[in-house]
């Protein structure tokens, strides 16, 4: 870590694939190969000749020497290339721009590439050009690039060695870069420090070498506490992702910097105390419950994401408590859900979960004993949620009447009718669904005194949560011929991964239908969840828009140009807001936009304030009483 009371180090910046994503010779190449037939060929040839010469493996003069012979390219080529490389300027250099016109003194761009590119993409940069060292390209008569000015020291074997010598920095020299030869240049004593810039390419024999390894600017400044644009580098934030969600939720994540880790079941309390520290944001399905002893092991827990409906499984008033977000996907595997009750509310009427295995066995069952159609039958749908509903719809069209119940006040959906007691609902219903959630309340929701209400012969199904039947008192009711049949899709006990057996006892009852928690894991909804969740957590990080989150008041605040974005989030007792704003006018900084929203126990202040301020207003503002949690957003 520099003295920054001392001035500043020398920063040395390679340009291809460090400053920009690409290599400009590759880029060069494509351009003048356009149209011809063996273009595919020789790009891949240049392409390997510059990993070749970037790791260290041919002498670089060799790789530009060949490089060039393979290339063909005019001085008309470079107008389309400088423009090229202006829109591939690394992400993280390009949104922390500043610091480059700010410290254009200290910073110099040394490169075996060519100036002719590098010198008008840097300047935009506020690179001076004679910050810029690198080669030049020579032509003949008609304008083809014929090679490069062999007398310029960056064109041969240890030329960023040689260059760093004559330049002679007065002061400690960084380097950052992507190459072997940038490392070189610490090698020969000629920098205190090789930071290896991986944004865009990890060449692990470079990486091996390097005194820091960057995966982007923005950790190169917060490392020297420099001024940034971000408050937080993205590639600190830590995803843990359980239970196996689409890979395009990881994806997500990493493509806006985070580092994710994947563990494909769930982890139980112990397992999961083990990994959460550090971990800013936390990815579950069904199975792994957040408790109170998670949650205060938890040390950088921004959000936790449940790739699914259900959130019983996590403590939300301790989350709730702790700053921490929770955010699901409400909608994006309710339709799977109503599908799979569906077809399994036919396959019990036609007695098929005996059938099948029969046929297996080579048994010929031919019989009508028990079974009928669906159409004319009654329906009773209880929870009459987002899936209960669309169960309804879907059921009517099959011929079904509806009739359902719910604690809550649901409008009716087409001929449905409501129900205003479990007691007036359960005598009239052939078949029987659940959907309600899995709130701690719903435990043992249906028990024997349920079931002996129901017709005989009637069939029960459970899609919705294990914990809410009584499930010796299912048994029994199957076992006595009470039920016509059952499907049971969700367990109170049910294994963590697919390696661990299952047992209840419903397993060998006749006309029963178990399946293993797969009333959403269809490719439609866990594609639609992985995108859903992530998208919610990333408004979250990014903006402080809490919209859809399961625990925290909902605020969506419009972005401001030219304002800093505080996220205050505090215990809800009386003054807190009047407090935060204390501090502000003593600071004397200026309100763009506040918003508040509080629920029963926290409250959640987005509140943009002018570009200038001073850091001390920061640290105030973390030690205003109740705070829980502050963030400086950007
Ligand atoms: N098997 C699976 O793979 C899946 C299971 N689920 C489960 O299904 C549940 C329901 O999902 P959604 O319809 O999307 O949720 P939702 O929250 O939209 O609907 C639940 C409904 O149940 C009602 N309810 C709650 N407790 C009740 C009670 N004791 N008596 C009567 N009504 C009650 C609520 O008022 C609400 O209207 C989820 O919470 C989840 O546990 C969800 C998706 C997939
Ligand atoms: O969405 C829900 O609540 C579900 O029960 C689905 O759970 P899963 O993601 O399959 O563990």
Known sequence: MPDLAAPLPYFVFDFDSTFTQVEGLDELAEIALTGRPDQAEKVAAIKALTDQGMAGEIGFQESLARRLALLGAQRQHLAPLVARLQGKVSESIRRNGDFFRRYADRIYVVSSGFREFIEPVVAAYGVRPDHVLANTFTFDDAGNITGCDASNVLSRDGGKIQQLRDLQLDGPVYVLGDGYTDYQIREAGLAKRFYAYTENVSRPSVVAHADQVLPTFDEFLYQLKLPMTLSYPKNRIKVLLLENPDARAAELFRQEGYQVELVAGALDEDELLARIEGVSI???????????????????????????????????????????????????????????????LIVLARRIPEKNPKMHQGEWDKSAKGAFEVRGKTLGIIGYGNIGAQLSVVAEALGLKVIYYDIAEKLQLGNAHKAVSLEELLPQADIVTLHIDGRPENQDFFGAQHFALMKPGALFINNARGHVVDVPALAAALRSGHLGGAAVDVFPHEPKTNAEAFESELRHLPNVLLTPHIGGSTAEAQRNIAEFVPERIMQFINSGNTQQSVNFPNILLPAQQQAHRLIHIHANVPGVLARINNVLAQHHVNILGQYLKTNELVGYVITDIDKAYDQDVIQALREVEHTIKFRVLY
């Open 282 to 344: 936390l990815g579950i399905r069904s199975k792994t419950h957040v408790t109170e002893k998670v949650l205060a092991a938890a040390n950088r827990l921004i959000a936790i994401g449940a790739f699914c409906i259900g959130t019983n499984q996590i403590d939300l008033p301790e989350a709730m408590r702790r700053g921490v977000a929770v955010f699901n996907a409400p909608f994006s595997n309710t339709r799977s859900v109503v599908e799979l009750t569906l077809a399994e």
